[in-house]
DNA sequence: CGATCTGTTGATATCCTTCAATTTTGGTGG
DNA sequence: CCACCAAAATTGAAGGATATCAACAGATCG
């Protein structure tokens, strides 16, 4: 089993909270959007390509997917999302969708009115610049697919998509050592990683063989992260997990007492 | 040749218009920011992985694109930079960047202090949102990539690139219909879509006998872009070229007389 | 006007896919 | 708790798309 996370703060302030630090004015409203109010089950559509989107959430509890269906029916899984992360923040901009998001595991979520999605620019400076350094880790994590999927071959891409998992559920304290719930199929491997799932077979049973990891029962644990991130090429740096930049920081420590802080 | 924008407006604010209405304020801050101070020539590195990023800046001339180099020297190109776009807006929110920008062409550059872009989020509040959306913009190609790269055959991912660059070259006025200055060598088209210039070749090749394009002098036309569309499977809802949503340009018009608007 | 980068073509190799059959796992109801 | 069913995982064999290697032709630029 997992270990829970020692503390109580909610899953997106522990991640914003690494950023920047937060006033108590912050914790406060994060505490209150941060609710979970929506409830899907596994293996449903929370948004769909061509609809427009639903109000921006927050995912409180569970995993979920970025996906885009082909005309042929192929699919390509572009994300995956874990507790913390916000859901269509970018896309309340748009009229319609242009790419799905599924439940992968039964999922909580909090829906965030667009209004303060808004406001939360003038009010919540350090939230919203924080909120602004999440969806560049997405930006970032997105560019890393791409590498992946241009210039790594099949061992390499699921070697760098279980670092990444393993690093991005130790953010947010789901991870214990070296071992996370993964509730991925091969399929679900496969259509992220632009393989077909009988290959993704052969590669895990090759790397089972290796003593590289387990992968059983939904959990995964890497037994030499060092090799499996060598195979990758695996370097952590682009998920940007280290804090702001000092000249940032000291920046939003003047803003609280900026005239149109608050 | 190609014909040169009809209004003397700067690449930018081209852009951000499209997306929501300007005031006269906004445009008087674009046009004191969309100012090239900086020139670089073909080639070169902008910005360098593992270092500070540079300053933000507006790529005002020229083509420049985003990529990453391997431990071995292979290459993944990831986005390309035209007139207008946004540089490294997000990635001041980082100590090292975790990929290199370079030029293709010879580029002109306007820097933009980090402050500003702050400031922006208080002071301009419609620029501020419609450089959300661009964003978002960019965030929504990205993940094109990926469905292509994940999904799509050579003759696929080459015939998308190019319908995304002629659209891409259209929203700035820089297309003569179908066709557009394309610098771009096989080598730089093969690290971009995950293949080899050898494959780049024949590919592009066997579409020239089909009468679907023409490439040669740095020019593209696309001969077909109905067919080549049908073969990439390209669907331009992604570029997310129209307005904005008619709720968010309501929010920004009372926003003009918002107390903290100013 | 030679040097170098870019593009082209052919032959061969390889990684991954496709197809098909079988086993294992997980969930459900009796 | 077990029987049963569907979904997921596994394995083998064969085929195909793209890579690799190599040689040459064409463009571009000082």
């Given at each position: 089993m997992i270990k829970l996370p020692e503390r109580p703060?909610?899953?997106l302030a522990r991640k914003l909270e690494r950023f920047i630090p937060l006033t108590a004015h912050d914790y406060e409203a994060l505490e209150?959007?941060?609710r979970a109010d929506q409830h899907f089950k596994a293996g449903q559509?929370?948004?769909?390509e061509g609809k427009p989107p639903p109000s921006?959430?927050?995912l409180v509890e569970g995993m979920a997917f970025r996906y885009r269906t082909l005309a042929d029916g192929r699919r390509q899984i572009m994300t995956f999302l874990l507790p913390g992360d916000l859901c269509d923040l970018h896309s309340f901009l748009v009229k319609k969708m242009d790419h799905s998001v599924a439940s992968l595991t039964p999922v909580h979520l909090a829906?965030?009115?667009?209004e303060e999605i808004l406001e939360m620019g003038i009010r919540y400076p350090r939230i919203s610049v924080a909120l602004w350094w999440s969806s560049m880790q997405e930006e970032a994590m997105l560019r890393e697919r791409i590498?992946?999927?241009?210039?790594r071959n099949a061992a390499a891409r699921i070697a760098y998509i279980l670092c990444e998992l393993v690093w991005r559920n130790?953010?947010?304290?789901r991870a214990d050592h070296n071992c996370i719930d993964l509730p991925l199929t091969q399929t679900e491997l496969a259509d992220t990683l632009g393989l077909t799932p009988v290959h993704v077979t052969r590669v895990?049973?090759?790397?089972?063989?290796?003593?590289?990891l387990i992968l059983e029962h939904r959990q995964l644990t890497l037994l030499d992260i060092d090799r499996l991130a060598c195979v990758a090429q695996f370097n952590k740096d682009y998920l940007h997990l280290g804090a702001a930049p000092e000249e940032i920081r000291r920046y939003f420590d003047q803003a609280t007492n900026h005239p149109s802080g608050y």
């Open positions: 703060r909610k899953p209150r959007l941060d559509d929370i948004s769909v921006v959430f927050i829906a965030i009115p667009r590498v992946a999927l241009g210039r130790r953010a947010i304290g895990l049973q090759s790397m089972r063989r290796d003593k590289l």
